[in-house]
């Protein structure tokens, strides 16, 4: 059996990522010694981190695997992260998901909190252990450090990691495990004269002795003629200032194989070179043959518009084991190490211009469409070069365009969080750079204003989309791209204050500007239209939403272009309009093939399912399908946890839904708590006076009341209605809603004669935006029949009520819970689903 293939009685259960060990790994048995023994001081409970620091090269690395390969029996749970890019270690975090036995994820954040979680508590692996190579800022991953019962091992070259963490120094190997380990390496051909005087020139130092290892296997060079030219090398170099993380004997090696390959190809060196102002991660194959296309600067312009010297040169920079490549993944890889090497050694001038040939590549190669989920996996490999190239501080307008794309990507996915980190690193040094009207900049600050919108930091978008509108205005012509585009970002955030009608004014006039600039069908004038959809559904006019709907849908319906995000968009809003509309089992119908849909092309955790998954829910409750709804908004409710904490109007929104799906479960004391723990969060995240923080109380005096409670949820109601009488006004759906409740608790407190009133007062209300037929019409008449006659109108009420039941009849079907309720007699309650904003 060899090292790969043992039997899982003999290793962890999950072993991911972990390189293979290393066969020629010799000596540091001390080292081991000393990492297990200190590895194992930590408490029963919470697992205390160990660093392993030291210069490159020392095989910090290698002392992990091997740690890892050596005690694997005592895990079971082995997962290894590259930690060297900040920016993609909540990603290798999150891909523990499925290991774990958590939901699969799709974004960053949704899965990384479960993931640390999980790992903390010790189940369903109490023994684990999580190694992050290459860890080199501590603050970078404080954060993401698991504290639980398992193992943390962390590599690093910063000494700094010493003053957060117990830290082992690793240091170049002693002579004789240099010598043992070049000879095991070259399988014995070379005598322990000759590996001793290849250690002395290489300074013993691991990395540099594996390198030589490596090359005088691969090429039978004779141990004299190498170290001939290892001298001949190390004279130039010396002369040369050299960062003093690297010794000359590194250098010296790493400059031996690459001048053998200049002489040869000198085109592949040229190509290498620019490889070196990539990020360490792999560098997408096609990013020379679409970027070199479409823009390039001249160092490269003849190697890449060349494809047969363009694989000529890639060939070579393989064989020679200067760059890694993985067919499976069309990728290309060059060690950090070496690019550091080759950056230290490229001239200042023409490091600027090699960095500027690696921003035109990248930008070059990007996909035109961030919306469009196919290219999503395009950005992903794009993004990991983005920090390390220096591309931020590129000025050229194509290279500024793909960094905006590149959040918009980001964005659309549903990271939110790491959109705002960039986003705000854009507009710092673009600020600094262009001026903060600067086009570029106000493009960033509408960006950042939709992430803040959906984090659901409602009072930052505002103050900073106000501004943004008016600098765009200002800077910018009324009717150009980016002030419409302005325009609709700041109607957005009018609809997160609660400013519904507002919202509708100022998306009007963006429906307006954009078909007059790029017509009807175009996908900004379709977006626009679906924002003024949501305006109008928020203020009570479902029908008008609906018929806006349909047509934006009928046509991104027929587009592929137009992103299956949008598209998702769009049919949810439109389901539920058709809901708020009353069409509970059309809605129901519609809401379980785009949660599908959702599911299959977004991931069950993107942000946009989630929202046709509470949705669906909330319908299923409507038609009296309790089981199914209670199920799916317990589950839709832990993943918007999971994705955003509780503090976000999707997670309150959903912990409202399942309140209500709980409450018509009949259970009672359950959906009170969660009631109430989610009012607490709404005034902090929307303020005391917006709608949704009134609207709300409705369904807390609603449960106060059938607990027993009528005065304090009479109070509560007649709060709620005097603050969304003053917001949205006497008429609107949510109004209307809260006092058909409280007309239920005057009824409950005896009080007829004021029921009644109130009942005829709302029922005149309701039919301002609401037909006799809508479902609010009907129930507002089924109770105000009940008030009619415990107020001597018995007439009056028997004609109401018969003329009630029949449209029940129609359109809600005799089955109906509401129905059954309103034959019997029995006064119909309301309660408030917050929409998305």
């Known amino acids: 059996m060899t090292e790969n293939s043992y039997s899982m009685a003999q290793g962890p259960k999950v072993w991911e990522k972990v390189p293979k060990r290393n066969p020629n790994f010799t000596g540091r048995n001390d080292l081991l010694t000393a990492l297990r023994k200190s590895i194992n001081t930590v408490t029963a409970v919470v697992a205390q981190p160990q660093a392993l620091q030291g210069l490159g090269g020392v095989g910090k690395t290698q002392l992990a695997i091997e740690y890892a390969w050596q005690y694997r029996a005592h895990y079971e749970f082995v997962w290894w992260i590259s930690a060297d890019q900040p920016v993609l270690v909540p990603s290798a975090l999150a891909a523990m998901g499925p290991a774990l036995g958590l939901p699969p994820a799709t974004g960053v954040e949704q899965a990384t909190q479960a993931v640390l979680r999980t790992l903390e508590s010790g189940t369903p692996y109490r023994s684990w252990l999580v190694i992050f190579d290459n860890a080199e800022e501590p603050e970078y991953i404080k954060d993401f450090i698991p504290r639980g019962p398992g193992h943390v091992l962390i590599t690093s070259r910063n000494s700094r990691w010493s003053d957060h963490e117990p830290t082992i120094q690793v240091d170049v190997f002693e002579r004789q495990e240099s010598v043992d380990f070049l000879r095991k390496r070259l399988r014995g051909t070379v005598g322990e004269a000759d590996a001793d005087l290849i250690a002395e020139k290489l300074g013993d130092l691991p990395l540099a002795l594996e390198q030589a290892g490596a090359l005088l296997a691969r090429t039978l060079m004779p141990v004299e ?47 290498l070179r620019c490889c070196a102002f990539f990020g360490p991660e792999p560098i997408p194959r096609d990013v020379f043959r679409r970027g070199g296309n479409r823009s390039v600067g001249p160092r490269l312009a003849p190697i890449l518009s060349d494809p047969i010297l363009l694989a000529s040169a890639l060939s070579n920079l393989e064989r020679y084991a200067l760059v890694k490549a993985e067919p499976n993944t069309r990728t290309l890889q060059v060690h950090r190490l070496n690019q550091a090497l080759l950056r230290d050694e490229t001239p200042e001038k023409e490091r600027g211009e090699f960095r500027h040939e690696v ?64 986003l705000d690193e854009y507009i710092e040094k673009w600020t600094e750079k262009s001026g903060a009207r600067h086009p570029n900049v106000l493009s960033a600050r509408v960006h950042l204003g939709n992430v803040y919108r959906a984090l659901a930091l409602y ?30 970002s700041y109607a957005a955030t009018l609809r997160g204050r609660g400013e519904f009608s507002r919202a509708r004014e100022v998306d009007q006039e963006a429906v307006e500007a954009y078909e007059r600039l790029h017509g009807e069908d175009d996908i900004l004038t379709l977006r626009s239209r679906n924002n003024l959809a949501v305006d109008y559904a928020l203020t009570s006019d479902y029908d008008q939403a ?30 539920r309009a058709v809901r708020l509309s009353g069409r ?73 839904g399942l309140s209500n799906a709980l409450r018509a479960a009949g259970e009672l004391e359950a959906a009170g708590q969660l009631a109430e723990e989610a009012l607490l969060y709404y005034p902090s995240v929307f303020g005391d006076d917006h709608p949704f923080t009134h609207a709300v109380r409705i369904n807390q005096a609603l449960l106060l009341r059938l607990s027993g409670d009528v005065t304090t949820a009479r109070q509560m109601n007649q709060r709620a209605l005097a603050g969304l009488t003053e917001r949205v006004g006497r008429a609107h759906d949510y109004t209307v809603s809260c006092a058909v409740n409280l007309q239920n608790d005057l009824a409950a407190l005896g009080e007829h004669d004021r029921a009644r009133q109130l009942g005829e007062e709302n029922y005149r209300a309701i039919r301002t935006h609401f037909s006799e037929d809508h479902y609010l019409s009907m129930i507002c008449a089924a109770n105000l029949s009940i008030d009619l006659r415990e107020t001597g109108a018995a007439e009056e ?37 917050p929409p998305p904003l």
């Open 225 to 271: 003629e190498y170290v001939a030219l290892l001298d001949e090398q190390t004279s130039r170099l010396l002369s040369l200032e050299k960062a003093p993380m690297y010794p000359q004997s590194m250098t010296a090696a790493w400059q031996l194989s690459v001048s053998q390959l200049e002489d040869r190809v000198p085109e592949a060196v040229e190509v």
């Open 459 to 488: 009072d930052k978008a505002y103050d900073l989309d106000s501004v943004t509108w008016e600098l765009m205005r200002e800077s910018l012509r009324h009717d150009h791209a980016d002030t419409i585009w302005a325009t609709s």
């Open 584 to 656: 509970f089992q059309a809605a129901a119908d519609m809401g379980e093939d785009l949660h599908t849909y959702g599911g299959t092309h977004l991931g069950e955790d993107h942000p946009n399912t989630l929202l046709a998954a509470k949705d669906y829910a909330i319908s299923l409750r409507r038609t009296g399908q309790l089981g199914e709804a209670v199920e799916l908004m317990r589950d839709t409710y832990k993943r918007l946890q999971r994705l955003y904490g509780d503090r976000h109007g999707d997670t309150m929104a959903a912990a409202l």
């Open 797 to 833: 009420a028997d004609r109401l009520h018969a003329e009630t039941m029949k449209r029940f009849a129609l359109h809600m079907g005799q089955d109906h819970p509401d129905s059954l309720a309103a034959a019997s007699g029995l006064r119909i309650d309301t309660d408030f689903d």
């Open 359 to 422: 921003h035109l590549l990248l930008a070059g190669s990007a996909p035109d469409n961030p919306d469009d989920t196919s290219k999503w996996a395009s950005f992903e490999e794009l993004a990991a070069h983005l920090r390390p190239s220096g591309l931020i501080d590129c000025v050229d307008p194509g290279v500024r365009k793909f960094a905006l794309d590149l959040v918009r990507y980001m964005y659309v996915r549903g990271s939110y969080t790491q959109a705002q980190a960039l």
């Open 546 to 575: 609906r018929e806006i709907l349909q047509k934006v849908y009928r046509k991104v319906s027929v587009e592929e272009n137009m992103g299956s995000r949008f598209f998702l968009q769009i049919w949810s809003n439109l389901n």
